[in-house]
């Protein structure tokens, strides 16, 4: 008899029992009999997880895939709330692949986008794009007057730059500091010597500028010297005729169609050769569900008969080879089955009963064909009525009478669970003694318990040298018998439980007084190994162990009586000294350890810098650990950045603009003296310069001469000279010095005046 396939449906109640098994069905027409596994559907019907083969995605963007894991019957959606992540799809059902793709990051800083699955959130998270620094123009040629330019600075958004000139005849005019592309501002002086060329630094950037003196026109750079002319080519030699080949026979086919779509219930699909008729030609198959009843090989025009079985899965498809081409037969899939629905009620959910016998009905809501069962699983609560059901029904409980404390049991009905509740006795219990103090010896310990009748109790302990020998449980009154171990050790407690209430014991040790050798130990900063004596009695236990992180307990971690305990004491890598505690054998051992010796450097230790504002950075270089500072009371001149620091780092200076006379500032970098001179920003000059006074009083003017709006001041160091007028001014003006008289030796002193040194002698009266 030939084998056909057989399809059937079965419809298995989600939520009912299921006797997982093997049924035999024989089926009529089908010639034979078939076996099928029947299992009932899991409790939880549709659980999506999601995970990522990336969790991280380059700068430059790419690919990635999620696996969806679920149900197959269990549909969901995808989504992406980043606009910069795109998926492959936006729904599916079952088990799947989703690809995305994440495009490439055009910022300077990294960002995180989700996919979402269902309710599963899967976060990407994408580096930022590297920064890259283009400067236009990279050269620039001035004339002797001096002008301002401005530099072009393309970068990404978010990457940080600076400006700085690298010449103090160019001054950073705005801005000094930045992020993203933006015009940076240079003011160029004027040259009054030869020709000269600087740079400028502009997001790491080199700008060169050439300048020429005051009345000669800008450098031009020479043109670059013509390129010779290469000679011609020789000529191509013409190439040699190709003869023309024979033609050899061939054979064409064409089939029809290429691809077939068939419908789930198979069906009878015939494929057209076109060949001429002295060709031949054959058809292959590799597909257990396709069948070739006609046609296997043919010569010209001819068919091929083909047969697709029935399908009772998933889609499928396969491909037929004939005469040499492909013919593709894809399959749909078959018609999932109808499996009920199946959701259950139950009223009430949380039953309660007092002490007496009680009988509880409990309701059940289901939809028909929809079957349950009821099964208690505590023995003093029984199923009288409704132990199975189908559709809306009703369960019978009956609650024993409870002659003892209040308890609670469950029942399992139609799937769900229900706590009874029931009402008990009130218990009442009492413990005598409470409490015990037992030497250091073994000994046998017994406790009174008073109860009601019917009220269970039981003991319990807490510590391994205390167990309970008699009385672990019992009901009403009655006593427990406590076993205590004898004690080698340090004095100790324990804590039981008996009939509800607390019983403490405690228990004597031996006479135990332990001292160490040495309490205390100095040592370097570098690692070290330290070994402390314990004196201790033969039979007195001990332990070591450590308070601070980088003291360890290499060897004798415990003992008993006499012995030694080493420690591992872990470099100290700060600046700092450090104290750390270890307690052995009961007492404290304390280790006092040196930091390390710092040494530090800056470079440069000296910057000049121009009149306009400028961004200065000095590195300081220590050791790891060390702690530096950077501090200076100059009002011109800012730290950005670096006040404080450890080991290698950087502190970066911001240099106001000059208006004045030349000045110098000295800044303290991690103990190093740091000196900023800046050039001035206006021509002044005095007269005199300087003045011989007798041995007064003398009264002393001074001319300044100075460029309009340029400051000055005039300040003195000494007791016996006062700036009497002008010790501020702008532009031009007068300075009146009054000079005290002299009735000792001669003297003089040195006073600055709109930043000029102005010499002072007076004659003394001896």
């Known amino acids: 008899m030939p084998f056909r396939r057989c399809a059937m449906n079965l419809r298995v109640p989600r939520a009912a029992p299921i006797i997982v098994g093997v049924l035999l069905l024989v089926v009529n027409g089908c010639g034979g009999s078939a076996s099928t596994n029947v299992v009932g559907p899991s409790s939880t019907k549709c659980e999506i997880s999601v995970t990522s083969n990336l969790t991280s995605v380059p700068a430059a963007g790419g690919t990635g895939k999620l696996t969806v894991a679920t149900n197959r019957e269990c549909s969901w959606s995808a989504r992406a709330d980043a606009a910069w992540i795109s998926l492959s799809t936006a729904e599916g059902q079952g088990p799947a692949a989703v690809n995305y793709t994440v495009a490439a990051n055009a910022n300077a800083t990294p960002r995180q986008g989700s996919v979402v699955v269902g309710e599963q959130r899967v976060v990407l998270t994408q580096e930022a794009a590297p920064c890259r620094y283009d400067v236009s123009p990279s050269s620039r040629d001035v004339d002797g007057a001096g002008e301002q330019i401005s530099v072009a600075l393309t970068t990404l958004n978010g990457c940080a730059w600076t400006a700085r000139s690298d010449a103090e005849w160019i001054g950073v005019a705005r801005p000094a500091a930045g992020q993203g592309s933006a015009s940076v501002q240079f003011d160029v002086g004027q040259n009054p010597g030869p020709v000269r060329s600087g740079t400028v630094t502009l997001g790491g950037q080199i700008v060169r500028i050439n300048q020429a003196p005051i009345g000669q026109p800008s450098p031009v750079p020479p043109m670059p010297a013509p390129s010779p002319t290469p000679p011609a080519p020789p000529p191509t030699p013409p190439a040699p005729p190709t003869p023309t080949p024979t033609p050899a026979p061939t054979c064409a086919y064409t089939v029809s169609p ?36 006609a046609g296997e090989s043919g010569s010209g025009n001819g068919s091929v008969q083909v047969t697709v079985s029935a399908n009772g899965g998933a889609a499928r498809s396969a491909n037929l080879t004939v005469a040499g081409q492909s013919v593709t037969l894809e399959q749909s899939a078959a018609a999932a089955p109808t499996v009920p629905v199946c959701t259950y009620t139950v009223a009430p ?46 369960a019978r409980l009956v609650v024993a009478s409870n002659g003892g404390p209040s308890r609670s ?45 019917g009220c269970a109790w039981t003991a319990a302990s807490n510590a391994s040298w205390v167990s309970v020998a008699e009385g672990r449980a019992g009901s009403g009154n009655g006593t427990v018998r406590l076993l205590v171990e004898p004690n080698s050790g340090a004095p100790r407690t324990a804590s039981l439980t008996i009939a509800g209430r607390p019983f403490t014991l405690d228990q004597d040790g031996p006479d135990c007084r332990n001292r160490i050798d040495p309490p205390s ?34 060897d004798g971690r415990g003992g008993t009586g006499n012995g030694s305990v080493r420690l591992t004491i872990a470099s100290n890598d700060t600046g700092a000294p450090r104290t750390g505690t270890a307690t052995i054998a009961g007492e404290t051992f304390t280790v006092v350890q040196a930091g390390l010796t710092c040494s530090y450097g800056i470079s440069p230790t000296r910057y000049h810098a121009g009149r306009g504002p400028d961004d200065v950075r000095v590195n300081v270089s220590a050791q790891g650990g060390c702690a530096w500072t950077a501090t200076g009371d100059t009002a011109w001149v800012s730290i950005a950045e670096g006040r404080t620091g450890s080991g290698n780092g950087i502190v970066r200076l ?17 103990g190093q003296a740091f000196t900023l001179e800046q050039a001035a920003g206006c021509n002044l000059s005095i007269k005199p310069t300087n003045y011989h006074s007798g041995r007064g009083p003398d009264d002393i003017r001074i001319t300044v001469t100075a460029d309009a709006g340029c400051t000055w001041t005039a300040t003195s160091e000494v007791s016996w000279v006062t700036v009497a007028e002008g010790g501020e001014g702008s532009g031009t003006g007068t300075v009146r010095l009054l000079v005290l008289p002299n009735n000792d030796e001669a003297r003089s002193t040195i006073l600055t005046i709109a930043g000029e040194p102005f010499t002072l002698r007076q004659d003394g009266a001896k």
């Open 258 to 293: 290429t691809r077939k779509t068939v419908a789930a219930s198979g069906e009878a699909v015939t494929v057209n050769v076109t060949a001429a008729s002295d060709c031949s030609w054959t058809a292959r198959n590799s597909a257990a569900w396709i069948s070739i009843t």
């Open 349 to 394: 959910t949380n039953p309660s009963a007092g002490r007496d016998e009680t009988a509880i009905t409990i309701t059940v809501g289901a939809p028909d064909n929809c079957t349950w069962t009821a099964a208690s699983q505590a023995g003093w609560i029984t199923i009288t009525d409704g132990r199975t059901g189908s559709g809306n029904g009703t």
């Open 409 to 453: 049991g469950s029942v399992i009905i139609a799937g769900k669970t229900l706590t009874v509740q029931q009402d008990g006795v009130a218990c009442t219990s009492s413990i005598k003694p409470g409490s015990y103090h037992a030497g250091r010896g073994p000994d046998d310990v017994s406790v009174s318990v008073t109860a009601d009748d």
């Open 521 to 554: 130990q100095n040592i370097g900063s570098g690692a070290a190994d330290v070994v402390v004596t314990v004196n201790a009695q033969p039979a007195c236990t001990w332990t070591a162990a450590s308070v601070a992180s980088w003291i360890t307990i290499a």
């Open 654 to 670: 911001i240099v106001q603009a000059n208006s004045g006379a030349a000045r110098a500032a000295n800044i303290t970098i991690a």
